[in-house]
Each structure stands twice: as structure tokens, then as C-alpha cells.
């Protein structure tokens, strides 16, 4: 469990305190129905400012290759009344890039605006700073994405330019424990 504005280990579940009534785990193959219906619960302006397209669904082969260990670590965030039902999925990746990783996140419509996003970031950077390998955390959004954009500024994160209508944002680097 982690409270909100500390940077703790992040364990493979947990359960953020009230007011968000949801469990993160970590994100299994079994878990793809569940992600395309978030997807497709999501609004056009939520999937586009997440992927900078209209994406609908993921394929089987990607979701298999976005949740497999050696990609790094994607999380499913469901209600704790209802796990069979994604609000959000989180997925920090390694990159091609020795040492940096990507974070990215989509969450449903009617929970976004209640402080998930932030707490889910907390919770990806906090692996990140757990992870020997990551030395960088970066993340790509639609320049549009106002949530993501406030918690960069929340976090005191320089924003850059966008490029092409994309934010390309290096996070600060993760703090060992």
C-alpha cells in the first residue's frame, strides 16, 4: 500500500486509501478482455490523448507483449466491488534505450478527474526507482491531455514543447529506497 506524495516500494498489489475505492495488480494475459472493454468504454478524446489515435482495442500479441515481464511491468486497476471491470491500465515499459523506460496510462472516462492518475503515477515511478535497470522515466501524450498535463505541473515537471501535437516528457529521475 502507498500513500499519496511519498515514494514508496511498490509491491505487485494495492490498494489505494479512501476516497479511491480501487485495487492495482499487476496486469495478466488473462486481463485483455478486460483492457479492450476500458478501451472501448473510453471516450475518442480519452483514447486519442493517450495514444494520440482512436484506438479502440488492443491485439492479443500486443497486449501478450506489453504485460510479459521482460517488457517491464503494466498494472490493471479495477474497483474494489467490481475486479472484473478495468478503470485503468498502467504500463511502465523498458525503450529501446538501455535504462529508460516509458510510463503510460488510459483511464476510464467517469474516473478520471479523482486523483487516479496521480496515484497511479506515484505508484509507477516509485517501481521505477525499485527497478536496478531504470535510470529514466519518460512519457508521450496528445499535447490536448490536460489531466496529464496538470500532473506534470503537480509534480513541478518542466513541460516541453510539443511536437507533430505530442508532449515527449522526461520525468525526474527515479529515487532509490
Same mark, same amino acid.
Given at each position: 500500500? #502507498? =500513500? $499519496?506524495? =511519498?515514494?514508496?516500494?511498490? $509491491?505487485?498489489?494495492?490498494? $489505494?486509501?479512501?476516497?479511491?475505492?480501487?485495487?492495482?495488480?499487476?496486469?495478466?494475459?488473462?486481463?485483455?478482455?478486460?483492457?479492450?472493454?476500458?478501451?472501448?468504454?473510453?471516450?475518442?478524446?480519452?483514447?486519442?490523448?493517450?495514444?494520440?489515435?482512436?484506438?479502440?482495442?488492443?491485439?492479443?500479441?500486443? #497486449?501478450?507483449?506489453? +504485460?510479459?515481464?521482460?517488457?517491464?511491468?503494466?498494472?490493471?486497476?479495477?474497483?474494489?466491488?467490481?475486479?472484473? =471491470?478495468? +478503470?485503468?491500465?498502467?504500463?511502465?515499459?523498458?525503450?529501446?534505450?538501455?535504462?529508460? #523506460? /516509458?510510463?503510460?496510462?488510459?483511464?476510464?472516462?467517469?474516473?478520471?478527474?479523482?486523483?487516479?492518475?496521480? /496515484?497511479?503515477?506515484?505508484?509507477?515511478?516509485?517501481?521505477?526507482?525499485?527497478?536496478?535497470?531504470?535510470?529514466?522515466? =519518460?512519457?508521450?501524450?496528445?499535447?490536448?491531455?490536460?489531466?496529464?498535463?496538470?500532473?506534470?505541473?503537480?509534480?513541478?515537471?518542466?513541460? &516541453?514543447?510539443?511536437?507533430?501535437?505530442?508532449?515527449?516528457? +522526461?520525468? &525526474? $529521475?527515479?529515487?532509490?529506497?
Amino acid at each position: 500500500m #502507498f =500513500t $499519496p506524495g =511519498t515514494i514508496t516500494p511498490a $509491491p505487485p498489489e494495492h490498494t $489505494p486509501p479512501a476516497p479511491h475505492p480501487f485495487t492495482t495488480r499487476r496486469a495478466r494475459l488473462e486481463d485483455l478482455d478486460r483492457v479492450n472493454a476500458l478501451h472501448r468504454r473510453c471516450s475518442l478524446e480519452s483514447r486519442y490523448a493517450r495514444y494520440a489515435t482512436a484506438r479502440r482495442e488492443l491485439k492479443a500479441t500486443e #497486449f501478450a507483449r506489453l +504485460v510479459h515481464p521482460a517488457a517491464g511491468t503494466s498494472w490493471l486497476t479495477t474497483p474494489q466491488d467490481d475486479p472484473d =471491470t478495468a +478503470v485503468a491500465v498502467t504500463h511502465l515499459l523498458k525503450t529501446r534505450t538501455a535504462g529508460t #523506460f /516509458e510510463l503510460a496510462i488510459l483511464i476510464g472516462d467517469p474516473w478520471q478527474g479523482r486523483g487516479l492518475g496521480s /496515484e497511479l503515477t506515484a505508484h509507477a515511478l516509485a517501481a521505477a526507482a525499485d527497478d536496478p535497470d531504470c535510470r529514466t522515466v =519518460t512519457a508521450l501524450f496528445g499535447a490536448g491531455n490536460r489531466r496529464a498535463l496538470a500532473i506534470l505541473r503537480r509534480r513541478r515537471i518542466p513541460v &516541453p514543447a510539443a511536437r507533430a501535437g505530442l508532449i515527449d516528457v +522526461v520525468l &525526474p $529521475p527515479p529515487e532509490r529506497s
